[in-house]
């Protein structure tokens, strides 16, 4: 089960416990978040396309963190005049983790993350 939703002007492909990074969004890291724009839903053969929107189908999912990209440099420069202009650009992004894609009656949900177990200490062994 997958969806395309659109969200900050681009397209994305989703499924249950997918993480993506998108434009920025407001809200705290750990808080929830709700897709409205599903442009493509397909449930194994079953494939719904919207015109441009399809209405009942829902994406849910979780902030996982805020960053910034890596920097571009806009370096500009005329030659033999003396003229340079260098300029750096970092983007802001978010880091979501999509937890359920609601259809109708159909939900397709991310199993929880399992915590890791302590590793248990090897014994250490008997000196003869």
Do not use: C, W
């Amino acid at each position: 089960m997958f969806a395309v939703i659109k969200t900050g002007g681009k397209q994305y492909r989703v499924a249950a416990n997918d993480v993506i990074t998108i434009a920025t969004l407001e809200g705290e890291a750990g808080s929830s978040v709700s897709f409205g724009e599903v442009l493509l839903f397909a449930d194994g053969e079953a494939v719904q396309v919207g015109a441009p929107l399809l209405t009942g189908i829902g994406v849910t999912g979780e902030i996982v963190a805020h960053g910034r990209g890596k920097k571009v440099i806009a370096f500009k420069k005329r030659r033999r005049q003396n003229s340079r202009r260098k300029r750096g650009h970092r983007q802001d992004h978010t880091v979501v983790r999509i937890m359920e894609i609601s259809a109708g009656g159909k939900s397709s949900k991310a199993e929880p993350r399992k915590a890791r177990a302590p590793q248990a200490e090897a014994a250490p062994a008997a000196a003869e």
